[in-house]
């Protein structure tokens, strides 16, 4: 591996790190460990497993074939085919959008005091200043970096020494001692909210921006499994900050307020700040991938011109979809509605969309035409249709499950 | 391209097979009004420990006073609602009325809370965090009366 492809895998490793928290992962984890200390971990850890060969997959398809998938399934299956899932994972992305907007300006109530409504437009400006003046290395760069403040979570885990023995009996699925409704909600919207649909898009696409060819196969694996991998220690590390800090006082998280203080026990000083800094910069890092994959689903959707180092003039379409999402989704917070509840209901209807996305990308992936020797093997293959029962399920039982558990 | 077609169909006939299934759980998800009660009062008993650990927290200089006056402003709100599903609860008297009171007195000493960090009366803060701390341990006594969750 040359020098190149190494610092590529490096950064990518960190951007994967650092983009693999969010707000779902904060509040679910929060919920999970305040709720049921760490008998919800095994579905971070299938999350995890799900999202490591999803991301492998995207990647390797951008590499092999030099297209996102969006543009591919669309040239693969036709545009009317493919309209039905885009408009669905359209609407769910400015779900998405909305509740990373919610996690800044909450992170930002924290800060001075002010109502996080008041945060909506400012952040929304903001984050659109972001994507109007940087080139993708930039955003990719600086929101990964940043985010490595999040390991904040994973130094509190360690020093709350928590029980070695429970924690590890958390990661079987087990049945729950109360309230199953809440239990199996938490359970889906952990799933949700891991195996996200727009990291995908965003993955493939941002693989096409970094101009990535059939040598970065293994690079991709490499950010794929060590960067998602490392990524999910933070959100298992949220668990057990709630559950060791959380739980035994007996708080359940059902407003941002009453997760807010899960650092100050490891760091009595520091850690209300910490929390702060660390869901802004997680919910800005992907409340900007999430406003970019909705302008490259929606460009490649169309065939418009896209990409972030183009300059604005050469792109107009694009550039347009990202502004008026990031517009749009900062109304529903300026609008008063709760973040912590848009979050969570929102990480649930990612799971109940997972068909829309899953069945496409699998069917593609076997596509060895277009993919040749690069096409699923029977492992990837094997997860590809445990998910693809797994979407099914999570779509029967998610919608019911908020109904039930998502008060 | 069909296959994709009758995937997509397949998945309408599922979406509408979802919406069924929601109403028939939630109409069979009938609890009595004790349990009904017993709900309200974990998101209750929640937030009496929340405040008191903002209180907590606040002594020991962890969290800024503006946290302490939303967090109780929050707890205020939720409180309210509480208080306000316990009164038309239909649960019997002899439990609902324990459990208002509680939620009550929750309400005053959060709003204690809050004027004791605003005016930066240390000690004051300190006995509202005392204060609900018993209150919590009150409302697990309640909890407990009603039998096992």
Same mark, same amino acid.
């Given at each position: 591996?040359?020098?190149?492809?190494?610092?590529?895998?490096?950064?990518?490793?960190? *951007?994967?790190?650092?983009?693999?928290?969010?707000?779902?992962?904060?509040?679910?984890?929060?919920?999970?460990?305040?709720?049921?200390?760490?008998?919800?971990?095994?579905?971070?850890?299938?999350? *995890?497993?799900?999202?490591?060969?999803?991301?492998?997959?995207?990647?390797?398809?951008?590499?092999?074939?030099?297209?996102?998938?969006?543009?591919?399934?669309?040239?693969?299956?036709?545009?009317?085919?493919?309209?039905?899932?885009?408009?669905?994972?359209?609407?769910?992305?400015?779900?998405?959008?909305?509740?990373?907007?919610?996690?800044?300006?909450?992170?930002?109530?924290?800060?001075?005091?002010?109502?996080?409504?008041?945060?909506?437009?400012?952040?929304?400006?903001?984050?659109?200043?972001?994507?109007?003046?940087? *080139?993708?290395?930039?955003?990719?760069?600086?929101?990964?970096?940043?985010?490595?403040?999040?390991?904040?979570?994973?130094?509190?885990?360690?020093?709350?020494?928590?029980?070695?023995?429970?924690?590890?009996?958390?990661?079987?699925?087990?049945?729950?001692?109360?309230?199953?409704?809440?239990?199996?909600?938490?359970?889906?919207?952990?799933?949700?909210?891991?195996? @996200?649909?727009?990291?995908?898009?965003?993955?493939?696409?941002?693989?096409?921006?970094?101009?990535?060819?059939?040598?970065?196969?293994?690079?991709?694996?490499?950010?794929?499994?060590?960067?998602?991998?490392?990524?999910?220690?933070?959100?298992?590390?949220?668990?057990?900050?709630?559950?060791?800090?959380?739980?035994?006082?007996?708080?359940?998280?059902?407003?941002?307020?009453?997760?807010?203080?899960?650092?100050?026990?490891?760091?009595?000083?520091?850690?209300?700040?910490?929390?702060?800094?660390?869901?802004?910069?997680?919910?800005?890092?992907?409340?900007?991938?999430?406003?970019?994959?909705?302008?490259?689903?929606?460009?490649?959707?169309?065939?418009?011109?896209?990409?972030?180092?183009?300059?604005?003039?050469?792109?107009?379409?694009?550039?347009?979809?990202? *502004?008026?999402?990031?517009?749009?989704?900062?109304?529903?917070?300026?609008?008063?509605?709760?973040?912590?509840?848009?979050?969570?209901?929102?990480?649930?209807?990612?799971?109940?969309?997972?068909?829309?996305?899953?069945?496409?990308?699998?069917?593609?992936?076997?596509?060895?035409?277009?993919?040749?020797?690069?096409?699923?093997?029977?492992?990837?293959?094997?997860?590809?249709?445990?998910?693809?029962?797994?979407?099914?399920?999570?779509?029967?039982?998610?919608?019911?499950?908020?109904?039930?558990?998502?008060? | 391209?069909?296959?994709?077609?009758?995937?997509?169909?397949?998945?309408?006939?599922?979406?509408?097979?979802?919406?069924?299934?929601?109403?028939?759980?939630?109409?069979?998800?009938?609890?009595?009004?004790?349990?009904?009660?017993?709900?309200?009062?974990?998101?209750?008993?929640?937030?009496?420990?929340?405040?008191?650990?903002?209180?907590?927290?606040?002594?020991?200089?962890?969290?800024?006073?503006?946290?302490?006056?939303?967090?109780?402003?929050?707890?205020?709100?939720?409180?309210?609602?509480?208080?306000?599903?316990?009164?038309?609860?239909?649960?019997?008297?002899?439990?609902?009325?324990?459990?208002?009171?509680?939620?009550?007195?929750?309400?005053?000493?959060?709003?204690?809370?809050?004027?004791?960090?605003?005016?930066?009366?240390?000690?004051?803060? @300190?006995?509202?965090?005392?204060?609900?701390?018993?209150?919590?341990?009150?409302?697990?006594?309640?909890?407990?009366?009603?039998?096992?969750?």
């Amino acid at each position: 591996m040359n020098m190149k492809k190494a610092t590529q895998l490096a950064l990518g490793i960190v *951007t994967a790190v650092g983009g693999f928290f969010d707000a779902g992962n904060l509040a679910t984890s929060a919920q999970a460990g305040a709720s049921f200390r760490f008998q919800l971990v095994w579905s971070l850890l299938l999350g *995890t497993l799900l999202v490591i060969f999803l991301v492998e997959m995207s990647g390797r398809f951008a590499a092999v074939t030099r297209k996102a998938l969006p543009d591919a399934i669309r040239e693969h299956f036709g545009f009317t085919a493919w309209l039905v899932p885009f408009l669905v994972l359209t609407l769910v992305h400015f779900l998405v959008l909305a509740s990373e907007i919610g996690g800044i300006c909450f992170a930002l109530h924290l800060v001075t005091g002010l109502p996080p409504a008041v945060w909506a437009l400012p952040v929304a400006v903001l984050t659109w200043l972001f994507l109007w003046r940087s *080139t993708f290395g930039t955003i990719e760069n600086s929101t990964s970096l940043l985010g490595l403040l999040t390991l904040a979570f994973v130094v509190a885990a360690v020093r709350h020494h928590p029980p070695t023995g429970e924690l590890l009996a958390g990661m079987l699925p087990s049945l729950p001692h109360h309230d199953p409704a809440k239990y199996w909600f938490i359970a889906v919207s952990i799933l949700g909210s891991v195996i @996200a649909p727009y990291l995908f898009y965003f993955y493939s696409s941002g693989a096409v921006e970094d101009e990535w060819d059939p040598s970065y196969v293994n690079v991709n694996r490499g950010i794929a499994f060590v960067g998602m991998g490392f990524g999910s220690l933070i959100a298992l590390g949220a668990i057990v900050v709630a559950a060791v800090v959380l739980a035994p006082r007996g708080i359940e998280v059902n407003d941002y307020h009453q997760a807010a203080m899960m650092l100050t026990d490891a760091f009595p000083f520091w850690g209300f700040v910490l929390f702060a800094a660390a869901m802004a910069i997680a919910c800005l890092g992907a409340g900007i991938e999430v406003a970019l994959a909705m302008a490259y689903t929606t460009a490649q959707t169309f065939g418009w011109n896209w990409g972030e180092d183009l300059d604005p003039r050469e792109d107009a379409r694009f550039c347009m979809v990202y *502004t008026a999402a990031i517009l749009v989704s900062s109304l529903l917070i300026l609008f008063g509605i709760d973040p912590l509840k848009l979050t969570l209901v929102t990480m649930a209807i990612n799971a109940a969309v997972l068909p829309f996305v899953a069945i496409p990308f699998l069917l593609i992936m076997n596509d060895r035409k277009l993919l040749k020797e690069h096409a699923n093997g029977w492992i990837s293959n094997s997860v590809a249709a445990f998910l693809l029962v797994l979407a099914l399920v999570l779509a029967v039982v998610s919608i019911p499950l908020v109904i039930m558990g998502g008060s | 391209m069909r296959n994709f077609f009758s995937l997509q169909s397949s998945a309408a006939r599922g979406c509408g097979a979802i919406l069924v299934f929601a109403a028939v759980l939630a109409a069979c998800q009938h609890k009595s009004p004790e349990q009904e009660l017993l709900d309200k009062a974990d998101a209750v008993g929640s937030w009496i420990a929340t405040l008191q650990m903002a209180g907590e927290k606040w002594l020991a200089n962890s969290v800024p006073t503006s946290f302490v006056k939303s967090t109780c402003k929050e707890a205020g709100r939720d409180l309210d609602q509480a208080a306000g599903e316990a009164a038309k609860s239909q649960a019997r008297p002899e439990v609902r009325d324990p459990l208002r009171q509680l939620i009550s007195q929750a309400q005053a000493a959060g709003a204690s809370l809050r004027r004791a960090a605003a005016a930066n009366d240390r000690p004051g803060a @300190a006995r509202e965090a005392g204060r609900l701390s018993a209150l919590g341990r009150q409302l697990e006594v309640w909890k407990q009366g009603l039998g096992p969750p």
